[in-house]
């Protein structure tokens, strides 16, 4: 998995996504591109994700605490 052209995909996303919207990595593509992944790649993509938010490559996103479901979501500034 390319996890740079994933980023571009989810950058692209962000650029549409309006100001205040809790959202969770997998919530940037579409349900049938990010079904068909292994779970590794997806765990592998949250951690990159994640990674890229702490490096501040990632703007106008502020981290929010874990759910039930241990998904880490963000909101869009």
């Known amino acids: 998995m390319d996890y740079s052209e994933w980023m571009k995909l989810a950058h692209a996303a ?6 205040g919207q809790l959202f969770e990595a997998k919530e ?3 349900a049938h591109k990010w079904n068909a992944l292994t779970r590794g790649d997806k765990i592998g993509f949250g951690v990159y994700f994640s990674n890229e938010y702490k490096s501040g490559r990632i703007d106008n996103l502020k981290k929010i605490e874990r759910g039930r479901d241990n998904h880490t979501r963000y909101r869009k500034l």
């Open 28 to 30: 940037l593509f579409p």
């Open 14 to 19: 962000l650029a549409d996504m309006p100001s």
